[in-house]
């Protein structure tokens, strides 16, 4: 009998231990991020780059490329392969139609309208579109928004709510996919709605405020936690503290703490957010200031998480387990603490930092969707610069873009294509071509002719391919992603440029360390003016420049898709009808991408003094028009040029030695 209830007892106890392994552990499963992995990181480090900050994301972390499936939605009959037509979407790709929205509207409701009207989804026909989408407007309690003519029970219609719904939507939505901003997890339908950021009602059109995590923050080892108030205001404490309830009642609180009336967020580490709905703004608020939101129990499905690897920037935990919680933050390491804020800003400044990037993400989302196996894969929406910037029209493969050599641990292939504008007034840059042909990377050579001339008959014979294309008389004709451009790297050129084969090879060489950048022989750099209260930009030489003159500059052949197809046709005219700012666009473009300044290479004396003067507006000429740098500025949202103080020189360059022994001997020639 007594050995009876050993056993018994032992069986309770195992039993016991078996449901706490399985109960509790779950709960804490995405409150203790996983450790990162010991081993070497790939790629080449940012050593140029000292006042950006360093990226502790670790290889192993990276998300699986695979697409991930389109799940079922929780309840009701509607899902994508039933409720979206996309035989309608397969000839030019996604196509929106807005419906007229009645007056009044709210001003995020017209910075919306505006961002989608000007984005290249948008089309004015209903007829062309694949999708149509209805604004949903406030309205008083239990009325809903007069149903648009072309309904047809909500077929390929997408419903924008930007508000809890006050009327009965179950029986006027039919078959309509809904962007709900927070929708609460049980009205969620994965795979077919979209969940939007709550937005407050000043956030900006284009651009946005950027994030404001900075290499001086503070330490990641100094964790501060910052709880949101059912107020409006933030409380902050230490978490050496040995309990600091979710309730508001600190026990025992040996750290530091102090209230923060408003919206103003301190500098914390962590930010505490219950898991209301209404908290759902403070989301916003902790990635744009760099902190790593602690989700308690959210009861709302967290933004675009369709696409968004979410464990990467965010903590979900039980709002059951305070003391549990703050020890998982007191433990984290301090790489892991730096990768996760690292992640909020990427997040902030590439999805949710303007009401355009919010629409035109929930856009994208939708094209993927339509695409299927050809829509982005993970690691092109969670890894800079975001798949808003890396078009899967032109790939869906990262090896492919400029973007991800550095994660992939691969380097850009060993050839690069010249691409020689000829313009007014049409002379062939025989030299030129010689000159390029001669390089031991060079892969062909293609003559973009835009004069009004014939082109000459015979061309000089030359050790690669040669190739002549008919431009249109367009400076932005250079920029077209043509067929026939076969590698990664393209040498841009115009006719009057003057480069030795050492210099081609040397500049070539540097770019293949710094594939995302523009690598370039000419600067600009560009300036606020207080005089005139606006930006401008000068070819003085300086210690400082933030362009290079794609008269002669290496760069990656994506830049030339995002140039034709991401860019805003009114700056691309701007930049036809004023020459000498399609150096600014470009440059423009480039930094947005990246974040980062172009890079420089040494360019022989000789060039500078034998180069011919350009008249007013040419290529290469000193900047004549400084007001478009304003209006990219405006359209950009921001300034997102770079300044750089660095210029690359080879090994022994200028120095005392034997010219025997120097490889690129012609750069030093007078």
Known sequence: MQS????????????????????????????????????????????????????????????????QPLLAPHSGSCYWGACFDVSKCRGGGLKVFVHPAAEPISETQRRILA???????????????????????????????????????????LVLRLHSASCSW?????????????????????????????????????????????????????????????????RTAGTDSAACLWDGH?????????????????????????????????????????????????????????????????????????????????????????ALRQQTQFLWDTYFSSVEKVIHTTLEIIQDRIRGVSAH??????????????????????????????????????????????????????????????????????????????????WPDTAVPLVVIEGHRKVSDRFFPYSAISTDAILSLDAHSSLSTSEVDFA??????????????LTWSHFWDEAQNGWGYTAKRANEFSMVLTSAAFYHRYYHTLFTYSLPKALRTLADETPTCVDVLMNFLVAAVTKLPPIKVPYGKRHQEARTPQAAGGL???????????????????????????????????????VLRKKYRSLEKP
């Open 250 to 338: 600190c026990e025992q609180d040996r750290g530091p703490e102090q209230t923060y009336p408003g919206a103003t967020l301190p500098n914390a580490t962590f930010c505490l957010i219950r898991g209301h709905r209404p908290d759902a703004l403070r989301f916003l608020q902790t990635l744009q200031a760099g902190c790593i939101p602690v989700l308690l129990s959210p009861r709302w499905e967290l933004p675009f998480s369709e696409v968004i690897d979410w464990t990467k920037a965010a903590i979900v935990a039980d709002e059951r387990l305070p003391l549990q919680v703050l020890a998982a933050l007191q433990e984290m390491p301090p790489t892991r603490v730096l």
């Open 115 to 157: 961002s989608i009207e000007g984005s290249r989804y948008h089309t004015f026909s209903p007829a062309e579109a694949c999708l149509l989408l209805l604004l949903s407007l406030d309205a008083p309690a239990g009325e809903c928004s007069p149903v648009p003519p072309q309904w047809n029970g909500g077929k390929n219609h």
């Open 377 to 458: 894969p993970s690691l092109l929406w969670n890894s800079p610069p975001g798949a808003l910037l890396a078009l899967s029209t032109f790939s869906t493969s990262p090896s492919d873009f400029p973007f991800y050599h550095l994660q992939q641990g691969s380097r850009p292939a060993d050839r690069f294509s010249a691409l020689i504008w000829v313009g007014a007034p049409g002379q062939p840059p025989l030299k030129l071509i010689q000159a390029v042909a001669g390089s031991q990377h060079c892969a062909q050579i293609l003559v973009l002719w835009s004069s009004e001339k014939p082109p000459p008959p015979r």
């Open 508 to 521: 070539f060489v540097v770019w293949q360390s710094f594939p995302e950048r523009m690598v370039g022989f």
């Open 620 to 658: 290469g000429a000193a900047p004549a028009d400084q007001d478009c740098i304003n209006q990219m500025a405006t359209e950009f949202g921001h300034m997102p040029l770079v300044s750089s103080r660095l210029r690359l020189d080879p090994v022994l360059f200028k120095d005392p030695v034997s």
């Open 170 to 234: 179950t029986f006027q939505l039919g078959q309509a996919m809904v962007a709900e901003v927070s929708p609460t997890v049980d009205s969620f339908r994965p795979g077919f709605d979209v969940a939007l950021p709550l937005l407050p009602e000043a956030h900006p059109l284009r651009g946005g405020a950027p994030g404001q995590l900075r290499q001086h923050s503070p330490q990641p080892r100094v964790a501060l936690l910052a709880l949101a108030e059912e107020k409006g205001g933030w």
């Open 4 to 67: 009876w209830r050993r056993k018994a007892l032992w069986l309770a106890l195992l039993a016991s231990w078996l449901l706490g392994l399985l109960g509790v552990f779950p709960l804490l499963r995405l409150a203790v991020p996983p450790r990162p992995r010991a081993g070497p990181s790939k790629g080449w480090p940012r050593w140029l780059d000292a006042e950006l900050l360093q990226s502790f994301s670790q290889p192993v972390e990276l998300p699986e490329d695979a697409p």
